[in-house]
């Protein structure tokens, strides 16, 4: 058990750029999620995969962002034309199925957009 | 909707003193509650989780906590805190229902600072 896995750790990026943040989860989870963390604030929840099927996208998640998990294993992030208010850090976590089995967070990507 | 409180935004102690840190859920369902720990610049690690059963659960590094149904609370207490202790707290609940039963809906956090 590795543990949730996330690249870049840090990212700094101009306004108006894209950015891709990847996320490795622990390998026997078929679930995996990711939230954005703002200073100040709790984690907020982006969106939900089982395995490779996207389930549920929070209202959070603008047309300018894009999650995909293409073969149920790994996941990326995309965010294009990036926007200050972009800048968070990005949590990605994952579980096996069933009720009550611990959810597990990776460290996190840090956004900074300037 | 179901929401968090998490009643302080702060909790400073002297180390080797007790802490209590306050969370109260709203939902009209039921509910499984959870601790999660922040250390500066990391994700996040469980500390505790109530799913059903003994009201009293207790986690790693000491920790635990007390479902009360009628109060609608879930507070964590530790009764002598280390300087290591010194983190983010998250409280959090998911909804004992079909439809979402995956999604954490976290509260703002309790910053706690142990003093020595």
């Known amino acids: 058990d590795t543990g949730v896995s996330q690249d870049p750790r840090h990212k700094i990026t101009k306004r108006g750029q894209n950015v891709t943040f990847r996320c490795d989860p622990i390998s026997e989870h078929n679930r995996l999620y990711w939230y954005r963390q703002t200073l100040g604030q709790g984690p907020e929840f982006l969106t939900y995969?089982?395995?490779?099927?996207?389930?549920?996208k929070s209202r959070l998640l603008s047309d300018r962002f894009s999650a995909e998990r293409p073969k149920g294993s790994f996941s990326t992030l995309e965010i294009q034309r990036t926007e200050q208010g972009d800048s968070a850090m990005y949590l990605c976590?994952?579980?096996?199925?069933?009720?009550?089995?611990?959810?597990?967070f990776g460290e996190g990507s840090w956004l900074t957009v300037v | 909707a179901q929401s968090v409180t998490q009643l302080d935004s702060q909790v400073p102690v002297f180390e080797e003193a007790p802490v209590e840190l306050r969370c109260n859920y709203s939902?009209?369902?039921?509910?499984?509650l959870f601790w999660y720990v922040q250390y500066p610049n990391q994700g996040l690690q469980l500390l505790l989780k109530y799913l059903s059963g003994s009201t009293l659960v207790k986690g790693i590094n000491g920790f635990e906590a007390e479902f009360n149904k009628s109060q609608t609370s879930f507070h964590l207490r530790k009764p002598s805190v280390h300087i290591s202790d010194t983190a983010e707290y998250f409280c959090a609940v998911i909804l004992d229902s079909g439809g979402s039963n995956y999604k954490l809906t976290f509260g703002k956090g309790t910053l706690l600072t142990v003093n020595p």
């Open positions: 939902s009209s369902v039921s509910v499984y």
């Open positions: 976590a994952s579980s096996s199925q069933g009720m009550g089995n611990t959810i597990y």
């Open positions: 995969f089982q395995n490779e099927a996207q389930l549920e």
